[in-house]
Every structure is written in structure tokens, then in C-alpha cells.
């Protein structure tokens, strides 16, 4: 069973920086998916970030050129470098990784708070 933990959420003013992390158990990172979503209450999770086995990356437009998603797999480790912070990136923060086996196999982290203050 693979084990999603995050960190480093927290409260930050407009215009700061967060860094999430995601440490993932055994070395799903490498063969994975992983990806960052986030939810506020009343609405739907949305998809922040993504980064495939192969490195390639997908951003919501919302995060464009703010955000940037990155893993370490010596560390098992994705993280989330979230620069430029504004109020709406206010949410909870969840990490997922998409094992490819068939039927694919979907594991969340239990998620982390970022308050942006204005």
C-alpha cells in the first residue's frame, strides 16, 4: 500500500513562497504520475500540477508561471514550489500518484492548508 504524506503548508501573506512536499513510500515516484490537487470547501478538487514518469509537466492555468512542480526520486520526494501567492491559491493541498497497472491505482496524501492572506 502506497503512503502519501505532505508538508509544508502554513499561513504566508500575498506575494510570498511555499514549498510543498510529498514524501511518497517505496518508489512509486519513479513509475508514477504525480500530481498536486487542491480544494476549498463547497467546490470541487482541482487539478494544480502534474509530472509524469518521463518528466514532462502540466500546470492549470491559474498557476502558470508561479507554480512549479519537481520530484527527487533518490528521496522519494515530489515537492511544489508555489511563488507569487495570492488569496484564491488559499486551499487544501493534496498530493496523488496514478500507478500504471491496469485498472490504474489512485492514492491521495491527507492533505495540507495554505492560507494566503491579503
Known amino acids: 500500500q502506497v503512503q502519501l504524506v505532505e508538508s509544508g503548508g502554513g499561513l504566508v501573506q500575498a506575494g510570498g513562497s511555499l514549498r510543498l512536499s510529498c514524501a511518497a513510500s517505496g518508489s512509486i515516484i519513479s513509475i508514477a504520475t504525480m500530481a498536486w490537487y487542491r480544494q476549498v470547501p463547497g467546490k470541487q478538487r482541482e487539478l494544480v500540477a502534474s509530472?509524469?514518469?518521463?518528466?514532462?509537466?502540466n500546470y492549470a492555468d491559474s498557476v502558470k508561471g508561479r507554480f512549479t512542480i519537481s520530484r527527487d526520486i533518490t528521496k522519494n520526494t515530489v515537492y511544489l514550489q508555489m511563488n507569487s501567492l495570492k488569496p484564491e491559491d488559499t486551499a487544501v493541498y493534496y498530493c496523488n500518484a496514478v500507478e500504471p497497472v491496469f485498472p490504474p491505482r489512485f492514492y491521495w496524501g491527507q492533505g495540507t492548508q495554505v492560507t494566503v492572506s491579503s
Open positions: 509530472i509524469t514518469s518521463g518528466g514532462l509537466t
